[in-house]
């Protein structure tokens, strides 16, 4: 009865280890896509920051600077030009506020950020030529958004799995053999930090037109996939 057993526990083993074997028998490959998607919401972003009137007349030295003008006159003038772009008072939020450090004995500087949801890169535009630039410490676009843009990401992985497939394909049967089923499926969503790098930019202009490289949303994805080999192909 040992001896079955012994015999029966062996061939079990190496049932085991063949089975091992043949899942070895793999390609695994990497595939990526690239998308570029339109955005349908911008904001844009616009610091504003008190200063000194004296700052502008071209005499002054900072030691004489006294007249300041205040925060909220600069946000008045600065949503007066939002309205008279179109903008309603819905776009606009306060993202930041605080102040800006000063030398001891000097007043702070209040500084607000707006952020501006917009549907196009022309109300940018519109909005630049009616700002006074006087209280304006920058402006810049923040995020851009699609409101399908879970839809495209859907394609886009997809479409890197499509394209892993079809060199895992070629690859095996430039050896005569056959791409059996998937093992495993990897994201690299390492590969994926284009797409918020794309989103977002630092940098500043009193021109949209200095926007052109970050109109639209660029989507890349990676996928690592792992199929198995089978039989060989036939002539």
């Known amino acids: 009865m040992k001896k079955y057993g012994l015999i029966f526990i062996m061939s079990l083993l190496v049932c085991v280890t063949m089975k091992a074997q043949e899942c070895e028998r793999y390609i695994e490959v990497t595939g990526t896509s690239e998308m ?5 919401e911008i904001h844009y972003l616009i610091e504003i920051q008190e200063y000194f009137e004296e700052e502008f007349d071209g005499v002054s030295k900072p030691e004489q600077y006294k007249t300041k003008v205040p925060i909220t006159r600069i946000e008045q003038e600065l949503m007066q030009a939002i309205h008279d772009a179109g903008i309603p008072d819905s776009a606009v939020r306060v993202q930041e506020y605080g102040n800006n450090w000063r030398h001891q004995g000097h ?6 950020q707006l952020d501006i949801t ?6 940018i535009d519109r909005i630049v030529q009616k700002l006074n630039t006087r209280g304006i410490h ?26 892993a497939q079809r060199k895992a394909a070629y690859l095996v049967e430039a050896l005569d053999k056959k791409l059996g089923s998937v093992i495993r499926i990897v994201e690299n ?17 009193m021109n949209a037109g200095g926007y052109d490289n970050f109109r639209i949303i660029q989507l890349k994805y990676s996928m690592t996939v792992r199929f198995e080999i089978t039989d060989w192909m036939s002539r």
Do not use: C, W
């Not at 920058?138 to 394209?163: V, W």
């Open 36 to 40: 570029e998607v339109v955005p349908d």
């Open 107 to 112: 007043d702070f500087l209040i500084s607000k």
């Open 118 to 123: 917009l549907q196009d890169f022309k109300q």
């Open 138 to 163: 920058s402006m810049r676009i923040g995020k851009l958004d699609n409101k399908d843009i879970l839809t495209y990401h859907q394609k886009a992985k997809i479409e890197a799995l499509k394209a």
């Open 189 to 205: 969503t390492n590969a994926n930090s284009g797409m918020f790098g794309a989103l977002q930019s630092n940098v500043m202009s």
